[in-house]
């Protein structure tokens, strides 16, 4: 029923760009928080950003005036531009985001399947 679904990953050259896209699907009647996390072989999940229903922002240290995020309410969708891209930022990244479905009493959390990035040196 509802999912959420990423798009955009791949793979780079160090100091190249890349956007990711997720794409929330199904009977859903609003969306809270969304964000994007990542996870890198062996290490734990951890917070790249999110963005609240009012455009809030918020990035993890790492990002460095790096990386964007934003959302497209119309169309379900949360965006990461990822620019100057270093090879420690190579994982999977993971869309999440609180969810209301059409009919339910109560939000619930919701993960991607994820998608690969792989920045090379």
């Known amino acids: 029923q509802v999912q959420l679904v990423e798009s955009g990953g791949g793979l780079v050259q160090a100091g190249g760009s890349l956007r990711l896209s997720c794409a929330a699907s199904?009977?859903?009647?609003?969306?809270?928080?969304m964000g994007w996390y990542r996870q890198a072989p062996g290490k734990q999940r951890e917070l790249v950003a999110d963005?609240?229903?009012?455009?809030?922002?918020r990035y993890a240290g790492f990002v460095k005036g790096r990386f964007t995020i934003s959302r497209d309410n119309a169309k379900n969708t949360v965006l990461l531009q990822m620019n100057s891209l270093k090879p420690e930022d190579t994982a999977v990244y993971y869309c999440?985001?609180?969810?209301?479905?059409?009919?339910?009493?109560?939000?619930?959390?919701?993960w991607g399947q994820g998608t690969q990035v792989t920045v090379s040196s």
């Open positions: 199904g009977s859903i009647l609003s969306i809270n928080d």
């Open positions: 963005i609240t229903s009012g455009g809030r922002t």
């Open positions: 999440n985001a609180d969810l209301l479905q059409r009919g339910r009493a109560m939000y619930a959390n919701y």
